[in-house]
């Protein structure tokens, strides 16, 4: 495959990934689960994707930027939750050859980041520990365990998709 060809399919990938986590993101933000000190953001299970494609990683960070000024994040939310899907992104593509370990990354990230958001940014008076946990549950229920269905989903089908060689 040329260059042209590989960095062409590369973008796309990146830009189907932010696509698609922007309209779960959206979708969930509809049913109030997208933000706030109780949240399932089921666009998170996308977080597997580094371990099939790096072009996840871009492709994830824009989305999340994308979702979160769609759903009317404030500034330093936009920044720092998206820095906790780039960090967890790219700790599941540090960690692709453990497929079970990968989850880990965002959930950590997004465990530590968003509830000091949601205390500094918007003011959330529930204690530190107690964001943690909620927000620690949707992470797991979004990345640890939709991921891991996505992932097994995904990995029979990973080299039509993604033309892994």
């Known amino acids: 495959m040329s260059g042209t060809n590989h960095s062409a399919r590369y973008i796309t990938y990146g830009a189907i990934i932010a696509a698609l986590y922007v309209v779960l993101t959206y979708i969930m933000n509809l049913l109030g689960l997208a933000s706030g000190a109780i949240q399932v953001r089921i666009s998170e299970a996308l977080t597997i994707l580094p371990i099939f494609t790096t072009a996840a990683i871009p492709g994830l960070t824009v989305g999340c930027v994308l979702a979160n000024l769609l759903t009317g994040a404030a500034a330093w939310d936009v920044v720092f939750g998206s820095l906790a899907t780039l960090i967890g992104a790219v700790g599941t593509y540090l960690l692709r050859r453990h497929p079970i370990l990968a989850t880990l990354p965002p959930i950590i990230a997004n465990i530590i980041i968003v509830p ?50």
């Open 116 to 165: 000091i958001v949601l205390q500094k940014v918007y003011g959330v008076p529930d204690s530190l520990p107690y964001l943690m946990l909620t927000v620690g549950i949707g992470e797991i229920i979004s990345c640890g365990i939709l991921g891991t269905l996505l992932r097994k989903a995904v990995e029979p089908h990973k080299d039509r998709i993604f033309n892994a060689k």
